[in-house]
């Protein structure tokens, strides 16, 4: 595991395919909430099964002052692997993908799962790489939220 905070003037940006049926794209300039968490993962990576549920916990207690994107890899799981294990999970935030893991690539993701936690007002961000408790999981989600509260 390891942890960066960084402040840049490069927001993130991305451009998704969505799970959810009557969205079919999601872009950075649809997220509503000024903090916003990005997860990488993929079905069949063990760390990533294992935080999934962490995150629908904190989306369900949080999820009116952040938003959580997550987005699958493509390659050792397809696209239909990645909605029928979400389903299996109950996922309710936002999950999506891009076919060719462009997000991924430009982000330069090389370890899976990858979390990063971010404020649009203050461009602030928290990347953490590698599976993430429920603990670490809110108490960064808790600083990027302190960060956009300071404004």
Do not use: R, V
């Given at each position: 595991?390891?942890?960066?905070?960084?402040?840049?003037?490069?927001?993130?940006?991305f451009d998704l395919s969505l799970y959810q049926p009557n969205i079919n794209?999601?872009?950075?300039?649809?997220?509503?909430?000024?903090?916003?968490?990005?997860?990488?993962?993929?079905?069949?990576?063990?760390?990533?099964?294992?935080?999934?549920?962490?995150?629908?916990?904190?989306?369900n207690e949080f999820g009116n002052e952040i938003e959580i994107i997550g987005i699958?890899?493509?390659?050792?799981?397809?696209?239909?692997?990645?909605l029928e294990f979400a389903q299996k999970l109950n996922l309710s935030y936002k999950l999506g993908y891009n076919p060719d893991n462009s997000t991924i690539k430009k982000y330069k993701i090389n370890s899976f799962p990858t979390t990063i936690?971010?404020?649009?007002?203050?461009?602030?961000?928290?990347?953490?790489?590698?599976?993430?408790?429920y603990d670490d999981l809110l108490n960064n989600?808790?600083?990027i939220l302190k960060g956009t509260n300071d404004k």
């Open positions: 595991m390891s942890i960066a905070c960084i402040n840049s003037n490069n927001a993130i940006n794209t999601y872009q950075t300039k649809d997220i509503t909430k000024d903090a916003y968490i990005l997860n990488f993962w993929f079905p069949s990576c063990g760390p990533c099964a294992k935080e999934l549920p962490h995150i629908e916990k904190l989306n699958q890899m493509i390659g050792i799981d397809n696209i239909k692997d990645g936690f971010a404020s649009k007002s203050n461009n602030n961000f928290i990347i953490w790489d590698g599976y993430i408790g989600t808790k600083k």
